[in-house]
């Protein structure tokens, strides 16, 4: 059984920045396409950026793109979500997930909240005005 534990959420002002952590354990040798999800009250939970098994190929929602960045380390299950330029609307509980599975993913999968099977409990950003 795979865990996921992420860490690094707060309250920040508008304009700052904050870094997301992520690391996905258990026993595999695998490595996993991962992937950071958010979640406001009585909303959807949202896509917000994935990142490949090689680390070489990732994912952004549009909303996002240019001010988050996510990384993995080489070969590890351990992620990272840069977030610069934080706005108010950013505020959210961030999720991260694994999927544990092997096979060929196509780019709808990896930005498809359904794709993924290991989730933690999340991290509360919050940004203020």
């Known amino acids: 059984q795979v865990q996921v534990v992420e860490s690094g959420g707060g309250l920040v002002q508008a304009g700052d920045s904050l870094r997301l952590s992520c690391t996905a354990t258990?026993?595999?040798?695998?490595?996993?396409?991962m992937g950071w999800f958010r979640q406001a009250p009585g909303k959807e939970r949202e896509f917000v950026a994935a990142?490949?098994?090689?680390?070489?190929?990732?994912y952004y929602s549009d909303s996002m793109k240019g001010r988050f960045t996510i990384s993995r380390a080489y070969g590890m299950n351990s992620i990272s979500l840069q977030m610069n330029s934080l706005k108010p609307e950013d505020t959210h509980l961030y999720y991260c997930?694994?999927?544990?599975?092997?096979?060929?993913?196509?780019?709808?999968?990896?930005?498809?909240?359904?794709?993924?099977?290991?989730w933690g409990q999340g991290t509360q950003v919050t940004v203020s005005s």
């Open positions: 997930a694994a999927d544990t599975r092997t096979g060929p993913r196509t780019a709808d999968q990896i930005m498809g909240a359904y794709n993924y099977d290991a």
């Open positions: 258990g026993r595999t040798l695998n490595t996993f396409v």
């Open positions: 990142i490949n098994r090689s680390g070489g190929n990732t």
